[in-house]
């Protein structure tokens, strides 16, 4: 899973496994270490109470919660995302879950072996 941070939004971005694991009620989640044993976690799981899309930061934990129904129809189906938009102190917080494509352009640096297949291939390059 990858996240991506920019200003007031939050992108989360699942491969084809991390969606199997959500669909079948696990918690998908990175850790990312940093010094002084600090480690930011980033968190996504299914919430049968939820009625949207919902993130908090708590203890170095980003946790993002999709309610229980929408989560498994997104998994089943072909929709790319989700996205809801969050009320926060000073506007909203934008919250993104998308399915992750792999690139038209092979990157050396990176395993895409388990990304969803892009569906326009041949037109676009990442």
Not at 14 to 37: M, N, W, Y
């Amino acid at each position: 899973m990858k996240l991506r941070i920019k200003g007031s939004s939050l992108r989360l971005r699942l491969t084809q496994g991390e969606i199997r694991e959500l669909a079948e009620g696990r918690a998908v989640e990175e850790k990312v270490p940093f010094a002084a044993q600090t480690t930011l976690t980033y968190r996504l799981k299914r919430d049968s109470e939820a009625r949207e899309i919902t993130a908090a930061y708590a203890g170095n934990i980003i946790e993002i919660r999709v309610p229980e129904r929408a989560a498994l129809q997104w998994c089943a189906s072909e929709q790319v995302s989700l996205t809801h938009s969050q009320p926060v102190p000073g506007g909203d917080l934008r919250i993104a879950l998308e399915k992750d494509f792999a690139c038209l352009a092979p990157r050396a640096d990176e395993d895409e072996s388990d990304n969803f297949p892009h569906p326009q291939t041949g037109r676009l390059k990442c």
